[in-house]
């Protein structure tokens, strides 16, 4: 796996960008909130293990409990003079085909490095370019879902030192390691105890901050007035076999 390059190396640079980061406009870039909702965490509500938690914002909750209401551009000012890495040239790649909002979200990422003193620049690529394994990058956009309603797929797939998925953020730590192979193992033999380890894991990962964490979507759904029972599913969304039309 490639080690996380500089200035992201730092754990307080990496925590210095979530606090800066203004996910409400986020949020405006990629939709709005009818399409997405500000997150700074791994796990999305309404799934196992979730918890709120985010330290990175203004005024966070006892022990980071709860959700993000606003950035912290002064605490992660303060952060990044400490760092030593002011000045510093970042890089920030995405694939256009797969970001049709891209650019915009990219233009708003420049003006939060330079906010935080770095000289940052942008870099469109080809998606096989992008998504090679010898790709090395400081900074990229990407984005995950999960193949099956399950902490561990969110988790286990992106976080761990033998994960083998593109882009990587290159984040490896053996302690977290040992926790994701045990809340593996509890995940089928006690679910509820296994939701409890998760949720330590989330936290524990959001501590380190390895990803820039910005939104989770949400699904959206049209039916006409004569449907009924209309039900969805974190993993098949709408259950076409439960609905009704009268």
Excluded at 140 to 163: R, V
Aim: with cysteine; charged share 20%; hydrophobic share 40%.
């Amino acid at each position: 796996m490639t080690p996380i390059p500089p200035p992201f190396d730092d754990v307080e640079v990496r925590q210095a960008l979530n606090l800066a980061l203004d996910r409400d406009r986020v949020v405006q870039i990629l939709g709005g909130p009818e399409a997405m909702s500000p997150t700074c965490q791994q796990l999305p509500p309404n799934f196992p293990g979730y918890e709120p938690y985010c330290p990175y914002t203004m005024d966070p909750g006892p022990d980071g409990e709860g959700s993000w209401t606003a950035p912290n551009l002064e605490e992660a000012k303060r952060l990044v003079r400490r760092s030593g890495t002011t000045g510093m040239r970042v890089s920030l790649e995405y694939p256009p085909a797969f970001w049709p909002q891209g650019g915009p979200l990219a233009d708003y990422l420049l003006e939060l490095l330079d906010e935080l003193g770095y000289r940052g620049s942008v870099r469109t690529l080809p998606h096989e370019v992008f998504y090679d394994r010898r790709n090395d990058f400081q900074m990229a956009l990407a984005g995950f879902g999960a193949d099956y309603p399950a902490a561990s797929t969110l988790i286990s797939n992106f976080h761990t030192c033998g994960a083998s998925g593109t882009p990587m953020s290159g984040f490896c730590d053996r302690e977290i390691d040992a926790m994701i192979r045990r809340a593996t193992q509890m995940q089928v033999d006690d679910p509820a105890a296994a939701g409890a380890l998760w949720a330590e894991i989330d936290r524990a990962i959001v501590d380190q901050a390895p990803y820039l964490w910005l939104v989770n979507p949400i699904n959206v759904a049209f039916v006409s007035e004569p449907v009924g029972n209309y039900q969805s599913s974190l993993q098949w969304e709408i259950l076409l076999n439960q609905l009704w039309v009268r």
